[in-house]
């Protein structure tokens, strides 16, 4: 099944490139890596904002980095045109803006995590890290970056 069919599939329509709101770029591709910038999460056009274990739990956040996930395959295919083109999700970097007690961070990531899977299938496995931190621009839940090996 194509990337393509499986998105419809999960009846996701991937959203165009979003402008960055500050000096950098959505994408840089250097040779058959594409390096993207970090995404916030986004929950009606606006930042999905709050603080893990505070105002927000676990499901949230995992809907948070899910719809940020949705983001990055918007950004991905401006980046290569043809998402079927993607050889691998390589690696996965998710920032949680949560209190400094709230341990699940992993589990937050996972909601992107597991729609890389479910749209690439094996392609889709990466390498992750899962931070919390203090804050994010603009008060945003999750922030994701990725790095994806193509054609």
């Given at each position: ?36 910038s970090g995404h916030i999460a986004r929950k009606d056009g606006r ?105």
């Amino acid at each position: 099944m194509s990337v393509y069919d499986q998105l419809k599939a999960l009846n996701i329509e991937l959203p165009p490139v979003a402008t960055p709101a500050a000096a950098y770029v959505p994408f840089v591709r250097t040779g058959n890596l594409v390096f993207l910038s970090g995404h916030i999460a986004r929950k009606d056009g606006r930042p999905w904002v709050g603080q893990l274990g505070k105002d927000l739990g676990t499901a949230d956040g995992q809907a948070a980095a899910r719809a940020i996930a949705i983001d990055l395959l918007g950004t991905l295919q401006a980046a290569v045109g043809d998402l079927n083109k993607v050889r691998r999700i390589v690696k996965v970097m998710s920032l949680v803006n949560s209190t400094p007690d709230y341990t699940e961070q992993h589990l937050v990531t996972n909601g992107a995590s597991e729609l890389f899977v479910q749209v690439f299938g094996d392609k889709g496995a990466h390498a992750r890290s899962a931070f919390g931190v203090a804050q994010i621009p603009l008060g945003a839940c999750v922030e994701i970056e990725l790095i994806a090996e193509v054609e």
